[in-house]
Structures are given as structure tokens and as C-alpha cells.
């Protein structure tokens, strides 16, 4: 299998991302994390450029990050400087950083209006930066900006610009769609007229997302002959972002018959997508290809029908390939197909017996009064086992009550009285909150918890509340979604109602039912364990 050498500028085009900081440490974290998956370079940006970038290539340097070389970032010297006098030149040569890589001007508009300086000098800044560099014994990485804008506008110097940073002694030449706006069959022309005019050069391809073609744009590049990807996790970066390499990584792996990461890594694609996106504070994309939740999940009924016959049906991998998983969705489109599955998955057989059409009819009535199971997992378990007969109540709810009293210095209080019936007792319990749910909540562990243990370890984690027939105002039917944790797993319970305290409490008692039966499922497993 031929190799094609991953690229990976999270650490300085990502952070170009509106809203995207991270500390050092954070980015350091991510930097061993890229060399454990087997990224072949790690661009860190800037090294003088601010202290941030000084203090991570001075933490940088003291770690070992195996076979992963870590590029400085820099731009070729300044118009009527020489190289070897050019201060930020000489500071990228005395980085510790094996490799460099440079990025120059290619499109007369930025020749004349930007660096203001003719062609003939143009060229002289390129081959003269690149020599300097691979004389201090630097691998040098020539970033070639705009080059798909100048190929368009005037071919030959566009191409004269790579062969001078060729000449030079460049050890890649990286063509750079700097503005995202060229398309895959233009990328493909001008990578494979490079590629005649410099036969023995190695090239790189550098992609944006602003015509949505940044993925497709560098996978038509590698088949003119790129053979280094740059890009960066999840896509992140300015604009619309850079080409997402955790979609390009797999279809050059799976699909194109390339050697990317190591062959035991690949696995390992998921958790990096979501570890990149969690240290930055970012929500992970459910829909991303090949790492989003839903990247196989499953909901139309004819869909799941087709699955259980043959996964290759409507899967175009196998997911646990990058170390995703299959789902099944279930809602009103489902068959009877899909709730065999679901339960299958929730370690429930209904492959025997007449349960499934009672289960079936009672799901669509309910996703009509405006349910939504496929985002509440919990809620649809405990369906299942209340119509199959075998569901057992946390408790016996008698009654509750909820104040909210406002006073004239605009101070607001809510307090919850409970009385319920568990293990054949009566128990009533009073909790304070800073709304009615919180009050139950606070009230219903005051009640169980001396007699649950596992509840101190669930908590709430999202509140979602929806309006489902905007047109009947305050009397509309509102539907709740909880999220909760136990540190281990986050699941969903709903709720519906024309009242949101009763929608919230029936989503709060499905969502701590399936928590405690979880928490003891757990402890009976590591028990049966040991």
C-alpha cells in the first residue's frame, strides 16, 4: 500500500476557528494525542509570534512524541531583506522544530497588493527562504497560498512560484486552495498539470471548506498524485473551516487502498474526534460522517429491515472500523423489524412471542401525542419492559405539591413536599429549589436516598424544554427532555404533557428509574466479576 503523510494544523489553522482557544497545556494534550493516533507531522504555528506559541514549543520540545515531527510555522522573508538577516526567518531556523514550513505568494493580487513587490522579486523571496531553511538542516514544507486562484489567472507563473521553492530544495511542495472556492474536477486539473511540470517533486495538498468540497477536494488531489494531506480535526478552522481529516483519513484507508495511520489506530478515530472537540470545549457533531453518532444510526423501518439482513445494506462501512457504533432509531416511522433491533441493543429478546405489535402500536400512538424516543433511550427501555409486564417502579408516587413564592425585593423561592410508598413504606420528604424541578428533585432524593444509595451518583446534565403546538399558546402541549450521568454514561428520559411540571416530573422519574437499575446492573457484573 502506498502511504500518504497526514498533516495535521489543528494546533494553528484550527485555532483560526471563531470562538476556538486553548490553553497550553490543552494544546499539548492534543498534540501527544495526534502522535499516539500516528499523525506523521503536527504543525504548532507561530513559535515567535506571541508567548502562548513560545511557551508550547518550549513544552513541546521536552516531550517525545515518537516518530511525529512537529513543523513551526512562518512566511518567506520580507521584501529587500535577505533571508539569512531576516529575523523571523532566523528564529524558525533556530526553533527547535525539525521541520518547517513556509508559505509564500502565488496570485498577482496578492503579489501587488499585498506583499507589493514584481514577480522577479517574488520568486527571489521563495527560493531564497526555502535555501536558508534546508541549509540550517531543516526539512522544509513550501506552502504554495492561493494557488489555485493564480493557476486560474495566470498557469505558468503560478507554476514557476513551485519550481522555484522546487529548485531551492524544498522537500514538499503544497499546493493551498487558501480561499475553499475551487471544485474537485479544477483541484484535479491543476494538481495533475503540477504533476507533469514537476515529476520528481513531492506534493502536498492544502484545502478549505468554503464550497463544502475541502474533503473532496483533497481526495481528488491524492489521486493526481498528492501524497501529503493537510487538514485538521473535525474541520475545524477559519471561515468554514479546513479539509476535515477524520472524514479523509478513512476514505483514503478504506476506500482508496492507502496506508494512512497505523493499521491498529484506525480505531481509534471516534475518540479522537470527540477528545479534539471536548478539550476545546466544543459540542461533538452528531452528524459528522464516520464519527457522529448518527453516522449509523438507523430509522426508517424498510432501512432497519434491510440491516438486520445485511449490514452492508445501508452501511457503507463497518462502523466499528473507526471505532463507532450502530444505532437504532425508534419513532413512528419504525417497523417491527426496528424494535427487535432496539431492544436487541438494550439487551432485550423480543424475537419470540406477540410483544412486538403491542409494543409498536403503543410507540406511534404515544410519538403522536409528541413523544420522541429516538432521543430519550431510557424512556423507550422502560417501555418496553412496561408492556412486556416485567417493569418495576422506583417507587409509588401519593402525591406531590410545589410553592413558588415571589416577595417584593424580587426574591424568588420553590419548595416541593412529597409523600410516596417504596419497599411498602411511607415516606414524605420537603426540598428547596430555584425552580419546581429542582425542588422535586431536591425533595425525591431526600426521600430515597437513605434507602437508594445509587441515586448520590446520578445527576442531571441538560434540561430541554419544547413546545409542540405553538398556535394554543400557554395551553400547548410542552415536551421535557433530560439528559443525566452517572459519570459513565449520559442518557435521555422524556416527558409530555399540557402541564410542564408533570411533563418534567414524568421525565425525571424515568430518567432515575434507568439510572438505579444501570448503577445495579453495574455493581452485580463487577460483583459476578470478582
Known amino acids: 500500500m502506498e502511504s500518504i503523510f497526514l498533516y495535521d494544523t489543528t494546533l494553528r489553522d484550527g485555532l483560526q476557528r471563531e470562538g476556538m482557544s486553548l490553553s497550553v497545556d490543552e494544546q499539548v494534550a492534543i498534540a501527544r494525542r495526534l502522535a499516539e493516533i500516528g499523525m506523521h507531522y503536527i504543525e504548532a504555528g507561530f513559535p515567535m509570534s506571541n508567548p502562548k506559541h513560545a511557551e508550547m514549543f518550549n513544552a513541546l520540545e521536552g516531550i517525545d512524541l515518537g516518530s511525529t515531527k512537529i513543523a513551526a510555522f512562518g512566511m518567506t522573508r520580507r521584501k529587500g531583506v535577505a533571508a539569512a538577516d531576516d529575523p523571523a ?128 477536494n483533497s481526495l481528488a488531489a491524492v489521486v493526481e498524485g498528492a501524497r501529503m494531506v493537510q487538514g485538521t480535526v473535525n474541520g475545524y478552522g477559519e471561515r468554514c473551516g479546513n479539509a476535515n481529516l477524520v472524514s479523509i483519513i478513512p476514505s483514503l484507508s478504506l476506500k482508496m487502498g492507502f496506508a494512512t495511520l497505523p493499521d491498529d489506530r484506525l480505531v481509534e478515530l471516534t475518540a479522537l474526534s470527540h477528545y479534539v472537540a471536548e478539550t476545546a470545549n466544543l ?10 453518532r448518527n453516522a449509523f444510526a438507523h430509522k426508517g423501518g424498510m432501512h432497519v429491515a434491510g440491516m438486520l439482513a445485511d449490514e452492508r445494506t445501508f452501511e457503507h462501512i463497518d462502523p466499528t472500523a473507526v471505532g463507532n457504533e450502530r444505532h437504532v432509531l425508534v419513532s413512528e416511522l419504525s417497523g417491527r423489524g426496528t424494535i427487535v433491533a432496539k431492544a436487541h441493543e438494550m439487551g432485550i429478546d423480543l424475537s419470540e412471542g406477540d410483544d412486538v405489535p403491542r409494543i409498536l402500536a403503543r410507540l406511534k400512538d404515544l410519538e403522536h401525542r409528541g413523544y420522541h424516543f429516538e432521543v430519550a433511550d431510557a424512556s423507550f427501555e422502560l417501555l418496553i ?99 443525566s450521568s452517572d459519570g459513565d454514561e449520559t442518557w435521555g428520559a422524556l416527558g409530555v404533557s399540557h402541564n410542564v411540571i408533570e411533563a418534567s416530573w414524568d421525565a425525571l422519574i424515568d430518567s432515575l428509574a434507568y439510572g438505579v437499575r444501570r448503577r445495579a446492573r453495574q455493581a452485580a457484573k463487577t460483583g459476578s466479576a470478582s
Not at 486552495?177 to 520528481?200: E, F, K, M
Not at 459540542?283 to 457522529?292: E, T
Not at 429549589?433 to 445527576?459: F, K, M, S
Not at 405553538?470 to 410542552?478: L, N, S, Y
Request: glycine share 8%; charged share 25%; proline share 4%.
Open 283 to 292: 459540542q461533538p457533531d452528531n452528524w459528522a460522517p464516520y464519527v457522529g
Open 89 to 216: 526567518l532566523i528564529g524558525l531556523a533556530d526553533c527547535y522544530a525539525p521541520v518547517i514550513t513556509i508559505v509564500g505568494k502565488t496570485w498577482d493580487l496578492h503579489i501587488e497588493k499585498v506583499i507589493k513587490v514584481d514577480r522577479a522579486e517574488n520568486l527571489r523571496m521563495i527560493e531564497e527562504s526555502v535555501a536558508f531553511l534546508v541549509g540550517q538542516g531543516k526539512e522544509v514544507v513550501y506552502d504554495a497560498e492561493h494557488f489555485f486562484d493564480a493557476f486560474d489567472a495566470h498557469r505558468d507563473y503560478a507554476v514557476e512560484c513551485l519550481l522555484a521553492a522546487a529548485d531551492a530544495g524544498a522537500h514538499w511542495i503544497t499546493v493551498c486552495d487558501t480561499n475553499g472556492a475551487t471544485l474537485p474536477h479544477d483541484i484535479a486539473h491543476a494538481v495533475r498539470t503540477v504533476r507533469s511540470a514537476l515529476p520528481g517533486v513531492a506534493l502536498g495538498i492544502h484545502t478549505h471548506n468554503d464550497a463544502d468540497c475541502g474533503v473532496a
Open 385 to 483: 419492559e412496561r408492556e412486556i409486564g416485567v417493569y418495576r417502579p422506583l417507587f409509588t408516587l401519593e402525591r406531590f405539591r410545589v410553592v413558588t413564592e415571589k416577595v417584593a425585593d424580587g426574591r424568588v423561592s420553590t419548595e416541593a413536599t412529597i409523600a410516596l410508598v417504596h419497599d411498602g413504606e411511607r415516606v414524605e420528604a420537603t426540598g428547596l429549589g430555584n425552580g419546581p424541578i429542582n425542588a422535586l428533585d431536591t425533595a425525591l432524593r431526600a426521600a430515597l436516598e437513605p434507602r437508594v444509595p445509587e441515586l448520590a451518583q446520578i445527576e442531571l446534565v441538560n434540561f430541554k424544554v419544547r413546545i409542540l403546538d405553538e398556535d394554543k399558546g400557554t395551553g400547548a402541549t410542552t415536551r421535557v427532555l433530560l439528559d
